[in-house]
């Protein structure tokens, strides 16, 4: 897409986007690769909808380096290298960046980091910060002008942001959808909420920004064309921080599922209010919404008034969690430690609430105090900040730390014992996948590469849980049943969150896992190896 504004004749560039490597985690379900044949979590959607912004005379390549490493070659090869990153990507970026500018290439970053702390990044050429709009253009026509290194930083920051339903449809045609767990796309940006630790509001808006159903069912459309991922991530802040617009949004993607044979599963992120609105939980099962992930945080009423976090309760948390089960939605909850009303008994009341929930899937992290949220604003101001390497955590807890770490282990240590998983397991399967729609199994978007990959997932399973797992009793006891019923995808579900949860667990409670995935110090896991030959563009 030629950018907007451009006067003259355009100018070829060589431009090489670039995703830095993020630390594994619990809910990116690094041990599940090798079963999947997969070796990232998902695609990166800013990047990739840039290398589809820069204008068309330029020559693009893009790296996941979650996938494989940067090459010297291709260095050298570029003018210009554009990354974007989150904060816990911040020491990748400074190791490309040292990179790239060995290799004498000029530096640009966007992204959340960038756009949430800038002052961490003077080494950079060009900043972006804010969303696609008006520094974009600006940022593009000076590199259009002028590719070399500026004598010194400069930066571009959005005052007029491009309407979501102006971004153009992210580069697909970069990445192979097979390298990812999970394929990854973007209706809406921005949330009502205030919550203390989030920093979704100061960056993008508190009032959605929205595609229309037709340029969703656009990219979702690309999204087959590269062959079928089994399901897709609304990565929006909050699927449901626009009720309106998602039930209008819903009927379209209905009928799309059923166009296309019901080529995939949707899962989202949402607030737990979502439970107050049969209507639209209705349409998402009919959708083929089979996963929400909802900041759950902690089930103590009173933290949850302390961090802003009062919505949480607008329907009882038990009883939210069981609506949504009743449509067929298995429900992720995020969890957070470290709070300042947190006592002796709050991870007792966590074990508590997963076993009363039934909920699988909890991604405890410790809290991380975010630039730009009231919670670092608030902790700044009481010097209850601290950085310090090797620390899991940037907050000076109200608690000793070494208490809430130990608590925070002991907490993985016993939700995820094989016994309890599998028993939470067996209850959705049991009290929710029954309440799903039944898609059909063929449909005009299957084909024999996608056998192909069933079978192997299955032979891998089988071999990885079925038979070397210590667990594995566990598996054929619950698993089995239901594949020997049909419910085969239920079944390898199941033995593949169990396979990876278990095993991070017991990282975890043994201290070998980081304690919270937005800490800027966490270690990235080293992407794979891949030959010369097979370092090329896709």
Not at 449 to 477: H, M, S, Y
Not at 482 to 488: H, N, P, Q, S
Request: a neutral charge; aromatic letters at 10%; hydrophobic letters at 45%.
């Amino acid at each position: 897409m030629n950018s907007v504004g451009m006067i003259g004749r355009p100018r070829q560039r060589r431009a090489l986007c670039i995703s830095p490597r993020y630390a594994p985690s619990f809910g990116t379900f690094t041990r599940a690769y090798p079963i999947m044949g997969a070796k990232a979590f998902m695609p990166p959607l800013g990047i990739l909808v840039i290398a589809s912004y820069l204008p068309s005379s330029w020559e693009v390549r893009f790296i996941d380096e979650n996938i494989r490493e940067v090459s010297d070659a291709e260095l050298r090869w570029a003018e210009v290298v554009l990354l974007s990153g989150m904060h816990v990507q911040r020491q990748e970026i400074g190791r490309l960046v040292a990179r790239a500018k060995a290799a004498g290439r000029t530096t640009v970053l966007g992204g959340a980091s960038a756009s949430g702390a800038p002052d961490w990044y003077p080494q950079i050429d060009y900043l972006h910060i804010g969303e696609l709009g008006d520094a974009t253009d600006r940022l593009i026509a000076t590199l259009e002008a002028d590719p070399a290194p500026p004598r010194r930083q400069v930066r571009f920051e959005t005052t007029v942001r491009r309407d979501l339903d102006a971004f153009p449809t992210p580069a697909w045609q970069h990445i192979r959808t097979k390298d990812y767990f999970i394929a990854a796309l973007q209706y809406s940006s921005g949330c009502p909420y205030r919550c203390e630790f989030c920093d979704i509001p100061a960056l993008y808006g508190r009032v959605p920004r929205l595609k229309r159903p037709e340029q969703v069912l656009a990219e979702l459309d690309a999204l087959l064309e590269r062959g079928v991922p089994g399901a897709v991530y609304f990565v929006d802040d909050n699927f449901v921080g626009n009720r309106k617009a998602a039930r209008d949004l819903l009927p379209h993607l209905i009928d799309w599922q059923r166009r296309n044979g019901f080529p995939l599963q949707f899962a989202c992120e949402a607030t737990l209010n979502l439970a107050r609105d049969d209507d639209l939980l209705a349409l998402m099962r009919e959708a083929f919404f089979c996963t929400v992930f909802c900041g759950i945080e902690t089930p103590e009423p009173a933290a949850l008034a302390a961090i802003a976090k009062e919505h949480n309760l607008a329907v009882p948390m038990l009883d939210a969690v069981a609506k949504c089960n009743s449509y067929g939605i298995e429900v992720v909850a995020g969890i957070i430690l470290g709070f300042d009303t947190d006592g002796p008994k709050t991870v007792d009341a966590l074990i508590e609430f997963a076993e009363r929930s039934h909920i699988p899937m909890l991604t405890v992290n410790l809290l991380e105090a975010l630039p730009r949220t009231p919670l670092w604003h608030r902790l700044a101001a009481d010097d209850r900040i601290d950085d310090a390497p090797g620390r899991e955590s940037n907050v000076v807890f109200l608690r000793p730390y070494e208490e809430v770490l130990a608590g925070w282990r002991r907490a993985f240590g016993t939700l995820y014992r094989p016994e309890a998983l599998w028993d939470r397991l067996a209850w959705n399967a049991a009290n929710t996948y029954p309440n799903r729609i039944t898609p059909p199994m063929g449909g005009p978007h299957r084909s024999w590469r996608d056998l192909g990959f069933f079978l192997r997932l299955v032979v891998n399973l089988f071999v990885r849980v079925g038979l070397l797992a210590p667990w594995r009793r566990e598996f054929w006891r619950h698993a089995w049943p239901l594949i020997r019923r049909g419910l085969v995808r239920e079944g390898l579900h199941m033995a593949m969150l169990a396979h990876h949860l278990i095993g991070y667990a017991n990282d975890a409670a043994s201290g070998r896992a980081a304690a919270a995935f937005y800490a800027a110090g966490a270690r990235p896991e080293e992407p794979a190896k891949r030959t010369a030959s097979d370092a090329s563009m896709a």
